[in-house]
């Protein structure tokens, strides 16, 4: 079955860039994912990279796919205070499943 | 326009006893899906809906079931709540069942004692 593994905690001065990592072990993954969730709040899209490309940039956000390694990497460039959250990265490898994370939690120091 | 949402956003129970969860998107959106989200372990499928008319099984499916009522509408029902299935409970919903988007609600928080 899908297994996805990220740390669970990040730590990041306001300004610094983030960077959250995730590990994958479906090779046919089609769509890798990273979600935003918000305290008390759904989950929502933040951005996506289809399995036939390494990179997407996305204004403050650079996605890196290693499809060797199944390694996918969100960077946050100048990162906020409203960056705080938690970061699920998932994989969508059939038509009705997203298999997610654990989710890590980013937390934005002053 | 409010997207998918859902009601209630808290809930105790005792355990035996039912409840449903509703959820309702005006997207016209044609799949939907119930998620659990436990602590340090992500999100898990427990039931979806491709299609109006049609419910299938997720990762978790055991101690709940789902009613497609309409398009709209995906209710989800614990017949005899247990605490394991104390839990934050997401509803998304997509416009196939291939789109590469699904689209969250804001969750309901239960509680079983």
């Known amino acids: 079955g899908e297994d996805v593994e990220q740390s669970l905690f990040l730590s990041v001065r306001e300004g610094d860039s983030s960077v959250i990592n995730c590990t994958y072990t479906d090779s046919s993954s089609t769509y890798l994912y990273w979600y935003k969730q918000e305290p008390g709040a759904g989950l929502q899209l933040l951005t996506y990279i289809f399995s036939n490309m390494d990179m997407k940039q996305d204004q403050r956000l650079t996605v890196l796919l290693n499809k060797k390694d199944k390694h996918l990497s969100l960077r946050i460039a100048d990162t906020q205070t409203g960056d705080s959250a938690i970061y699920f990265c998932?994989?969508?490898?059939?038509?009705?499943?997203?298999?997610f994370g654990a989710g890590t939690t980013v937390t934005v120091r002053a | 326009n409010a997207g998918v949402t859902q009601t209630p956003k808290f809930q105790v129970l005792k355990t035996g006893q039912s409840m449903t969860l509703q959820c309702a998107q005006d997207?016209?959106?044609?799949?939907m899906y119930w998620y659990r989200q436990d602590p340090g372990m992500g999100l898990r499928l427990i039931y979806y809906s491709a299609s109006e008319g049609t419910t299938d099984k997720g990762e978790v499916p055991n101690g709940y079931n789902v009613s497609r009522l309409n398009k709209r509408e995906f209710s989800l029902r614990l017949e005899s709540a247990a605490p394991s299935q104390t839990s934050v409970y997401f509803c998304?919903?997509?416009?196939?069942?291939?789109?590469?988007?699904?689209?969250f609600g804001p969750g309901t928080r239960l509680t079983v004692t």
């Open positions: 997207m016209n959106h044609n799949s």
């Open positions: 998304a919903s997509s416009e196939f069942p291939g789109t590469y988007e699904q689209y």
């Open positions: 998932a994989e969508k490898s059939n038509d009705y499943k997203l298999s």
